[in-house]
C-alpha cells in the first residue's frame, strides 16, 4: 500500500512539473534573483552586464522599471510616467467579486465563451469573459477573489492571469485580494460580500474577536506570517484586512470581525497583524522588510466604522451613520495612528487603507457630512496631512453606484451623495484624497472624472493627480517582486496551503480562543467517558445580504461523530450524564438589522431595534430621535430614525427554547452551553440554569471538545462586555468603549472586558494586568 501510495505521489508529482513548464520559464541571474515567464505572453529576455531582465514592454531596451537593481520608488516613478491616462484609470480599479471558477449566477457569476461554467466545459482555472474583457479593456490590475475550489485551481488561474496580462501593454502584472479567508466562519456558515466562503483547503483560525480573546499579539502576527505564506501560494498579494474598527456598538453586524472594544488592545494587535502579513525575511527579502512572502494589508476601516447608530451597518442606507454622543471620534483612529502606521517591523505601516462607507456624522469640520471615502476633511486633512499617511487610498466596495429603491436593498452606497451622478462621485472622492475604487470594473466613469478635472484645474494638474495615485499603486506591486515573477509553482502552493504546521497552529489559537464563562462546582472537565445528550436545533428559514431565503432545517450543530470520539452519545436524556447544547449568540433576520419593510409599509419610519437577547424585546429604553437621519434619493420624509417603542423577535429564538427544554429534561444533571459568539449578547434569560457556558468566536467544535474533556485547559478572556440586560444596551453611547452594565452569574462572576475562568478560577495574569478589566 505505502508503494502505491508513493508512485501516485510521483506520478502526481511529474504531472504538476510538466504542466509547470508550460506555464512559465524561470530564468536564473547570479545575485539569485530569479525572473518568470510565460512563452504566451511574447515578452523577450535581456542580457546587460551579464544579468536577465524582462523586457516587458518589448522595446528592445532596459527601461528603469524594468530594472530590478533599482529601487522601488524609482522604478514606479518610471512606469507611471509611462502610462497612459487609461492605463492609469485601470489601475485605479479595483474587481467585483471573482470566484474561481465563476459562479454560474447571482454573487460572483460569469461565462466562458457565452456559457456558464458547468456547461462551458473548460477547465475551472480559466478566465472567464468578464476576467479577459476587464483585464484588458479597462486595464484592470487588481483582483478581488472569493471562492477558490483547491490551491491548485488558485495557483493556475494566478498563471492563467498574468500570463495574459504580461502579454498586455507595458506588462504590469496583477494584484489579487482576498478579504479573510482562515476562519470556520469564512469557510461557509454566513454568507455576506465580504467572506462569501473561502474554499478549498486552508489552516483554520478564529474569527477577529476570537484572536482578541487570546490577549496576545505573539498570535496574531504568527497568523499573519502564516496567512501570508498561504496567501503567496494562492496568487493572493493583497489582504483587505485586519479590520481594526472599535468594536464599541455591541449591537454592530461587524463587530465579530474586529479586535474588540479595547483601544489599547485593538491597537497591539493591529500592529501584530500586519507585521506578520507584511514582513519578509533572509532569502525571502527584498527591501525595507519587503519581499517574496509578504503581503500588503489594506487595513480598515477608517477613520472607524464601530460606532454605527443603533448597530445598524453602512452596507445599507438604513445603517449610513456613524454617530459620536460620546464626542470620542478620536479615540477610534487610535489603532490606525498609534498601532497601523507604527509598525514594529520594517514594512513602517500598512501598505494600503480602506475606509468605511459610513458618514462620521458632523465630525467634518467643513460641515459636509460626505461619507468618509468621498469627505476631503476625512482623507486628506486628517489621514494624508494630520497624520502623514501616503499609501495607498481605496473606497470600500461600490460606493460610487447607485443605491437600491429601499433602504433595505443591497446596491451602491453612495452615502452622502446619491444625487450626484456616477461619475461625479468618482470625481469627489479622488479630489478629497482617494487612489482607487473598490468593486468598480469599468474606467470610463474614472476618464469623465478626469475632464471634470481638467474643466476646474487643467490638464497639467490632472496628469499630476492620477500619477500621484498611481504612483502609490504601482509601489505595492513593485515591493512583493512581481514584476520579476509573479507565477507560482502549482505543486509548491499544494504542500504549503493548509501543510500540517499551518494547520496545527491555526488549532491552537482556537484552543487559546476559547473562553470559559461559567463552571458551576466546577463540572469541566469532564475527564471521564461520560454518556452525552445533546439536542437538535431548529434554524429557521433566514434572509441573506442578497436578499434569498434558506431552507429550515432541525439538526445537529456539532458533528455528532465528532462527539463520539470523546463521549457516549444518547438521544434519551434520561440515560446521559451530562448535556452540550451548542448555539450561536441572537441574531437578526438579514444581519444589517435595524430595519423592516413591512414596518415602512404601514406607514411608520421602517426603523426597528436590534435586540441582542433570544425572546422578543421591546426597546422602551430607546432614544425619543434618531442622532443622524436621511436620504436625499429613496426615502427623503424619514428624518426621525428612532425605534422607541417597537418589538422584535431574534431569527434563532429557538435557541433559548433549546436550552431550558435541555435543562427541564436533565433535571439536576448538568447542562453546558456552548455559545459561538458573533457579537455581545444578554445571558440572563438562561445562565442561572445551566451549570456551564463557553463561548467560542468562529471555531470548530473540537476545539470545545478538547476542553471539555480536560485535554487542554481554558485560557480565553472575554474581548467585549456582555450586557446586564437590552435597557443598558439602549443607554450605552456608539463611540464609547466600556460603558454597559456587564452580567453578573450566578456564581458572582461578572461578565466584564478581560474576564475568562481557567480550571482554578478566574483568570489573573500578565495578560489582565497589561489590558485591565474595566470597571
Known sequence: MRRKI????????????????????????????????????????????????????????????????????ERAKDLVQKMTLEQIAGLMLYSNHQAIPSNDSGFASGTYNGKSFSASGVQP??????????????????????????????????????????????????????????????????????????????????????????????????????????????????????????????????????????PELTTDMARAYIDGFQTSTGNDEISDGWGYKSVNTMVKHWPGGGPEEGGRDAHWAFGKYAVYPGNNFETHMSPFVNGAFKLDGKTSKASAVMPYYTISYNQSKDGSNYANGFNKYIITDLLRKKYGYDGVLCTDWLITANEGKTPDEFKGKPWGVE??????????ALMAGMDQFGGNNVMQPILDAYKMGVKDYGKGYMRKRFEQSGLRLLKNIFRLGLFENPYLNVEESVKTVGNPQFMQAGYDAQVKSVVLLKNKNQILPIKDKKTVFIPKNYQPSIKDWWGNWSEPSLDYSVNIELVKKYFNVTEDPKKADFSIVFVSSPQMNNDGGGYDSNDREKGSNGYVPISLQYSSYTAKDARDHSIAAGDPVIDPTITDRSYKGKTVTVSNTMDLSTILTTKSQMGNKPVIVVVNLSRPMVFHEFENRVEGIIARFGIGEQAILDIISGKYEPSGLLPLQMPANMSTVEKQKEDVPFDMECHQDSEGNVYNFGYGLNWKGVIKDARTSKYGIKK
Do not use: C
Not at 472569493?146 to 504590469?172: C, D, H, Y
Not at 468594536?247 to 472594544?261: A, D, L, N
Not at 444625487?419 to 469627489?428: C, F, L
Open 6 to 73: 508513493l508512485t501516485t505521489l510521483t506520478i502526481l508529482s511529474l504531472f504538476l512539473s510538466k504542466a509547470q513548464q508550460k506555464d512559465f520559464i524561470l530564468v536564473d541571474n547570479k545575485n539569485g534573483v530569479k525572473l518568470g515567464y510565460s512563452p504566451t505572453s511574447g515578452i523577450k529576455i535581456l542580457t546587460v552586464d551579464g544579468l536577465k531582465f524582462k523586457d516587458l514592454n518589448k522595446n528592445g531596451k532596459l527601461d528603469k522599471y524594468e530594472d530590478w537593481r533599482l529601487s522601488v520608488e
Open 419 to 428: 444625487d450626484k451622478t456616477i461619475a461625479e462621485r468618482h470625481y469627489i
Open 125 to 262: 482555472w480559466e478566465l472567464s469573459d468578464e476576467q479577459r474583457k476587464f483585464l484588458e479593456k479597462d486595464n484592470l490590475r487588481h483582483i478581488l477573489i472569493t471562492s477558490v475550489k483547491s490551491p491548485e485551481i488558485a495557483a493556475r488561474w494566478n498563471n492563467q492571469m498574468q500570463a495574459f496580462l504580461e502579454g498586455q501593454g507595458l506588462g504590469i502584472p496583477g494584484n489579487t485580494s482576498s478579504d479573510p479567508r482562515h476562519s470556520d466562519q469564512v469557510t461557509g456558515n454566513i454568507k455576506s460580500e465580504f467572506n462569501a466562503g473561502a474554499g478549498g483547503a486552508i489552516s483554520l483560525w478564529p474569527d477577529g474577536l476570537g484572536l482578541a480573546a487570546t490577549f496576545d499579539p505573539s498570535i496574531v502576527k504568527n497568523f499573519g506570517s502564516i496567512a501570508a505564506q498561504e496567501y503567496r501560494a494562492l496568487g493572493i498579494t493583497t489582504a483587505l484586512s485586519p479590520q481594526i474598527d472599535l468594536g464599541t456598538e455591541p449591537r454592530w453586524y461587524r463587530i465579530y470581525m474586529t479586535f474588540g472594544e479595547s
